[in-house]
């Protein structure tokens, strides 16, 4: 027993190590990347801590457009998310100047993916068995997906982390309180609860803060209460202080910035602004394309359904009967996530992130019916070769589909931003025309407009002293006519608005 223990620890801390090594392929890519806008917004706050101080109350960005909220916003606030990744992100750059900034960002988010990997093992190996804790570890860590959003300049993954990790130390606490009856043993056992209700609240509410869509994902916390206290789960004090701690900072802040509402982009939109919802389109982009196609690579969708049936069987009820109401609480949340949130879901690939750990788990199950499958079900050495080529074509796929998500789409945004950031002074305010993407502006370094919103005399009334295009047309280059050029190369031109040619 003790040798399986040791070799299921030694099994993780190589997943752990395989998954942050594939984790640093093109660390050092400028934010340039599949989904640069997102990233870049993101960045942004966090260079603007960088600069100018942690004014984490009135967080601000590049953009002073009124792209993002329909307003003006000349400050360049930008309220989302309460700023705790961005404050890791420039603490981190600050005192370990050794990588960049970007690079930071990128190994906060892969740090957080690697704890990740560590609560999802050890829920799974409680609730299940080792073996299926050792397949989610692994699929969480080298499914393609799930490699190249979890060293993303987002918040996402943090937050995926968080409410894990809530969930972990709320379902430690209830154990923990199980252990006290039994055992009778009052000041350690006090101590050790007080101590798991405390880590599981400060997760649970960073998960909220980070992302409010974490709210979804506490039902595996709701149904353990319900397990663990029954009809009394309505008498339990400190099931109300954990609810109103854990919700308040975030209606806090959600109130907080109502101050600033041109800092605040518009978000109604993403809950069903085009009507997609249940219509074919919506079945198509979330289960065709993204959960078969882009993170199972089509073979894991086998696996996936496979652990769908195996969870609906009697033997598996009959030996997880706890169990079988924990991972129906992590599917259900996942697809109250993707219904209500559902034109977010399908405008935007990275919205799948918060889903990832659901789709690992019900996968593993998959993969350990087939490892431990007896002669009822198939032959064993058959079923391991089935499971292993499977996983094998799970990542070929995969890879194959996400593998563009890591090239820089457009080179010539970083050249010409680092040309802005060279040649403009830096309280300049730069038009960065990038049909509204903040990716080539936050290569300038400079607060500016990312989008022709007004016209260019407007532009210039409301502050823009200078205006670069990444190659450049035709028509962006009869600017010469009006403007001075500062620089121009085939990949980019930069004009003086206060100054003729």
């Known amino acids: 027993m003790q040798n399986k223990k040791i070799f299921s620890i030694v099994i993780l801390i190589?997943?752990?190590?395989?998954?942050?090594?594939?984790?640093?392929?093109?660390f050092n890519n400028p934010i340039a990347d599949w989904h640069s806008w997102r990233q870049a917004d993101t960045s942004a706050v966090s260079r603007y801590f960088v600069q100018h101080g942690y004014d984490i109350l009135h967080p601000h960005f590049e953009d002073i457009s009124n792209v993002p909220s329909g307003l003006e916003n000349p400050q360049g606030y930008r309220f989302v998310e309460f700023p705790i990744?961005?404050?890791e992100q420039a603490f981190l750059y600050q005192t370990f100047p050794f990588i960049t900034l970007e690079e930071w960002g990128r190994m906060v988010s892969i740090l957080a993916s690697l704890l990740t990997i560590v609560f999802l093992y050890l829920l799974v190996k409680k609730y299940l068995d080792v073996t299926t804790a050792i397949f989610?570890?692994?699929?969480?860590?080298?499914i393609p997906y799930s490699i190249y959003y979890s060293r993303t300049i987002l918040p996402?993954?943090?937050?995926?982390?968080?409410?894990?990790?809530g969930t972990y130390f709320?379902?430690?606490?209830l154990e923990n309180r199980t252990k006290r009856k039994i055992q009778n043993s009052e000041f350690k056992s006090a101590l050790l609860g007080f101590i798991y209700f405390t880590l599981s609240l400060i997760f649970t509410t960073a998960s909220f803060l980070l992302k409010p869509y974490a709210l979804f994902f506490t039902?595996?916390?709701?149904?353990?209460a319900i397990v663990?206290?029954?009809w009394r789960i309505f008498l339990q004090w400190k099931l109300y202080v954990y609810l109103i701690l854990s919700v308040v900072p975030l209606v806090w802040w959600r109130t907080w910035m109502l101050q600033w509402p041109e800092g605040i982009p518009a978000s109604s939109w993403l809950f069903n602004g085009n009507n997609i919802r249940f219509r074919p389109a919506y079945f198509y982009w979330l289960y065709a394309d993204r959960l078969a196609r882009l993170i199972l690579g089509y073979w894991g969708m086998f696996l996936f359904l496979l652990g769908i049936s195996h969870i609906s069987s009697k033997p598996f009820f009959e030996k997880y009967r706890v169990s079988v109401g924990l991972i129906i609480s992590f599917i259900l949340s996942s697809l109250i996530y993707i219904t209500v949130i559902a034109t977010g879901n399908v405008q935007h690939d990275y919205y799948q992130i918060l889903i990832i750990p659901s789709i690992c788990?019900?996968?593993a199950i998959g993969c350990t019916l087939l490892y431990k499958s007896s002669n009822s079900f198939a032959s064993p050495i058959f079923a391991k070769i089935i499971l292993f080529v499977t996983l094998g074509f799970t990542l070929f796929f995969g890879w194959y589909f996400v593998r563009t998500y890591f090239d820089i789409n457009n080179p010539s945004i970083v050249v010409a931003g680092e040309a802005v950031n060279k040649l403009t002074p830096k309280n300049a305010k730069v038009i960065a025309s990038y049909n509204g993407d903040t990716s080539f502006l936050y290569q300038t370094n400079r607060q500016g407009w990312p989008v022709f919103a007004h016209s260019l005399s407007k532009l210039i009334q409301l502050g823009a002293d200078y205006m670069a295009f990444a190659n450049p047309a035709p028509n962006e280059l009869a600017f010469k006519k009006e403007y001075k050029v500062v620089a121009e190369t085939p990949q980019y031109i930069i004009y003086n608005l206060h100054e003729k040619p």
């Open 361 to 363: 788990l019900l996968s």
């Open 228 to 230: 663990h206290f029954k």
């Open 136 to 142: 989610v570890a692994f699929l969480y860590a080298f």
């Open 170 to 173: 709320f379902d430690k606490w």
């Open 219 to 224: 039902l595996p916390m709701i149904y353990l």
């Open 14 to 26: 190589l997943i752990l190590i395989g998954a942050f090594v594939v984790r640093l392929y093109r």
């Open 85 to 87: 990744y961005n404050v």
């Open 156 to 165: 996402d993954t943090s937050m995926v982390t968080a409410i894990i990790a």
